[in-house]
């Protein structure tokens, strides 16, 4: 039977592969047709783009001095403007329509690290898919997304908009969006072209600080920050975004082994490659241009196909100065006609000279309703919940609690809640976390609202009022964490703490008998060293979309048990920062009892919360945990098992988490790495077996030459619940 199967896999291979290979053939033919017939100024248009509608831009347009739009987003003004370039540009060559949507074109998803926390890749690509859906009905083409930056530091604003510091994680969460955005093919009327962006090593940027140098080795660029990605790219990413940051003295807007290199020699990749925002015009800043005619040539010649926006005050880069480069013989027509093939095939491969307008009759006819998308943001917004800490399992709140205080503006207003990187936000669709908690609360029990305090401001003359309505309550629950600006591109901070007033605050409340529950909204892991010592339950609830409201409520009523996990580590203080599970053991590990070994004088190693952390109101127990390999050889796969119990009172999520170390290697390695993990929902009293297989791709590092290889030796296997409470077993390869 089996034989039977694989021939026929075979034969479907053999059938459909000249079809396949006809299909970008064909596209390639009419990219060469349609190169012969522009001329010059047609083909530096294509590699333009402009940011909304200028005063000359129907004319830029009409001419074929553009080939992209960022910023439009409905589809009667999309059509407005590609009806100019279909019907009176000479080549009817289609515009490709862009935006940046994050986390929800008009419905609202959690922010990508809160989605990342589900530990959810098929819930993941469920968002995802749903924004590309709306975002694709409004004329949307090409989508500024996913963000797959790797970041280790919390003070980077733009830490909100990636899946953590986790490579594997990371690329997990790369590929679920990307299939979400792209689907199979991103001709489909409900797909856009996804990008993935910023190439490369953006989050790793100095001192937590946007747009900051970036120095690292080749190394660490390799195993840490390009694996999402090659993940991407592997996924079929129709284009990648080049980031602002120089890295180890190259602007990656200008940096040929990365964008040449790398991304075409060595990992084929044939979409588009853009630049961030007139990141071509900031080699002149980057001092790695003498000029803007300078940096065109750098741009073009290592690989940058278009020009996001020229800078808004002295325009573009790439239209002015091509043609002087030419001209000058500083580049050659086959290095612009390279770069417009890759713009023209991603048109093709969009269907946008076949369909350039929204297919409006397939939204008619496959409508997903509100309630539909809805359905979906709350599942997602209550698995990104994470339950940092649960006292004397205070929470879930008991139903017949008579009184319950909710204190702070954050719980009130429909802003904070939705997160920086909104593209079409529809603030009627979602609910406060006040309006959600007093929905869910039983007949019976009231509910009091005071605001306290506000994280924009220092103002403390709420307090008294607040803390009057705590002491009237059984339980209150303080909503702290960051006013949404404090996140996102351009906001790093420097001091982490919760902002302004609100730690004052809760130390006031946690003085009064009521207990107190602190559930945060925030973009970023956040020092809340006393919270966390003295405030008996805290929830991680980041940015949670439209849903939030509804998704806050239904975890603290207890309708859904928390089950996220942290896809970023918490450090205690900023002076820990750069802090990571995956850390190197270093010569003198550190140790309690020996002052010369690698530690701080004054706080411990460890962070506030680890990577992978979160808890639930239930309780598991992992047993009967075994390593088995048939023939204990390098080149075998390695048959994980482990018993997961649920011991508590409620069924639940558990994210069992396998991990690995190499204990001795010709580089040295990491004290353990994520290699994979599975998300299990558990019945109380009940037990499941869960499996995994380590193969030796897993096991694979970058040698000295930095080629992939794999070494006999000793490992480690672990796993848990999170990156710290483990169970391990040692296993010798040969
Ligand atoms: C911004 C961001 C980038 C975004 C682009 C277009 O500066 O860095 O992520 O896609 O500009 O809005």
Excluded at 670 to 699: A, Y
Aim: with cysteine; net charge negative; hydrophobic share 40%.
């Amino acid at each position: 039977m089996k034989n039977i199967i694989i021939k026929l896999i075979l034969l479907i291979i053999i059938i459909f592969t000249p079809y396949l290979q006809g299909q970008s053939l064909a596209v390639e033919q009419k990219i060469d047709s349609l190169l012969l017939k522009m001329t010059l100024d047609e083909k530096i248009g294509q590699l333009v783009q402009s940011v909304g509608i200028k005063e000359n831009t129907i004319e830029d347009i009409r001419s074929g001095k553009i080939g992209s739009i960022l910023g439009i987003k409905s589809a009667d003004e999309v059509s407005k403007f590609q009806k100019i370039a279909i019907e009176e540009s000479r080549l009817k060559i289609p515009l490709i329509f862009a935006n940046d949507v994050i986390h929800g074109f008009s419905t609202t998803f959690p922010i990508p690290l809160a989605e990342a926390s589900s530990w959810n890749p098929e819930l993941v690509k469920k968002s995802a898919s749903i924004a590309a859906y709306e975002a694709a009905s409004e004329g949307t083409k090409w989508n500024y997304a996913p963000m797959v930056d790797i970041s280790r530091d919390p003070r980077w604003g733009r830490i909100m908009e990636g899946s953590g510091e986790d490579p594997y994680l990371g690329s997990v969460m790369a590929i679920a969006r990307i299939e979400g955005f792209q689907g199979d093919d991103f001709s489909h009327p409900s797909k856009v072209v996804a990008t993935a962006k910023h190439f490369v090593a953006y989050g790793a940027a100095e001192a937590g600080r946007d747009y900051n140098s970036v120095d690292i080795s080749e190394r660490r660029l390799r195993e840490i920050y390009l694996p999402p990605f090659l993940s991407a790219v592997n996924s079929e990413v129709g284009s990648i975004m080049s980031a602002f940051n120089d890295i180890n003295g190259i602007p990656a807007s200008a940096n040929k082994f990365i964008l040449t290199e790398i991304l075409r020699d060595e990992w084929k990749f044939k979409g588009t490659v853009i630049t961030d925002y007139n990141s071509v015009g900031e080699l002149v800043y980057h001092g790695f241009a003498k000029d803007k005619k300078e940096a065109a040539l750098k741009g073009l010649t290592a690989g940058i196909d278009i020009d996001m926006v020229g800078d808004t005050i002295d325009g573009d880069v790439y239209s002015p100065h091509l043609k002087e480069l030419l001209e000058d013989n500083l580049i050659d027509i086959s290095s612009i006609d390279k770069a417009v093939r890759n713009v023209l095939r991603m048109k093709f491969n969009a269907g946008l000279f076949e369909k350039p307008y929204v297919d409006s009759t397939y939204f008619v006819e496959n409508n997903i309703s509100q309630d539909a998308k809805n359905k979906i943001a709350l599942q997602m917004a209550k698995e990104s919940i994470v339950l940092l800490k649960n006292d004397n399992n205070l929470l879930p709140l008991n139903k017949k609690t008579k009184k319950i205080a909710v204190i702070g503006s954050m719980a009130e207003n429909e802003y904070d809640q939705l997160g920086a990187w909104t593209c079409k936000p529809n603030y009627k669709n979602g609910i406060s976390a006040l309006e959600g908690i007093r929905e869910l609360a039983k007949e019976g029990t009231e509910v009091l609202f005071a605001r306290g305090f506000d994280p924009r401001s220092n103002d403390k003359s709420g307090f008294e009022e607040a803390l009057s309505v705590i002491s009237q309550a059984n339980v209150a629950v303080v909503f702290a964490g960051e006013n949404w600006e404090l996140s996102g591109e351009a906001a790093s901070r420097t001091d982490i703490n919760l902002p302004g007033v609100q730690l004052e605050f809760i130390k006031r409340a946690q003085e009064l008998e009521t207990p107190i529950i602190v559930v945060l909204m925030n973009g970023r892991p956040l020092t809340i060293n006393w919270s966390s010592q003295n405030i008996p339950a805290i929830l991680e609830a980041w940015y949670l979309g439209d849903m939030s409201g509804k998704a806050i409520a239904s975890v603290l009523f207890g309708e859904y048990n928390p089950s996220g996990k942290l896809p970023i580590t918490f450090p205690r203080s900023v002076g820990q920062i750069p802090i990571y599970y995956n850390a190197k053991s270093t010569g003198r590990p550190a140790r309690e009892d020996v002052k010369w070994s690698s530690k701080y004088l004054d706080s411990p190693n460890t962070p506030l919360y680890p990577f992978g952390f979160g808890l639930s109101y239930t309780q598991f127990k992992y047993s009967n945990f075994s390593v088995n390999t048939s023939s204990n050889s390098i080149s075998d796969s390695i048959i994980v098992t482990v018993d997961v119990t649920n011991i508590g009172k409620y069924a639940g999520e558990e994210v069992v988490q396998l991990y690995i170390q190499d204990l001795f290697a010709s580089v040295t390695r990491p004290i353990k790495e994520l290699k994979s993990f599975k998300k299990i929902k558990i019945d109380v009293g009940k037990t499941e077996t869960i499996k995994f297989i380590v193969t030796p791709s897993m096991l694979s590092f970058y040698g000295i030459d930095m080629k992939k290889i794999i070494e006999p030796g000793e490992f480690k296997i672990f796993v848990g619940g999170n990156s710290t409470d483990l169970l391990s077993e040692s296993i010798i390869l040969n």
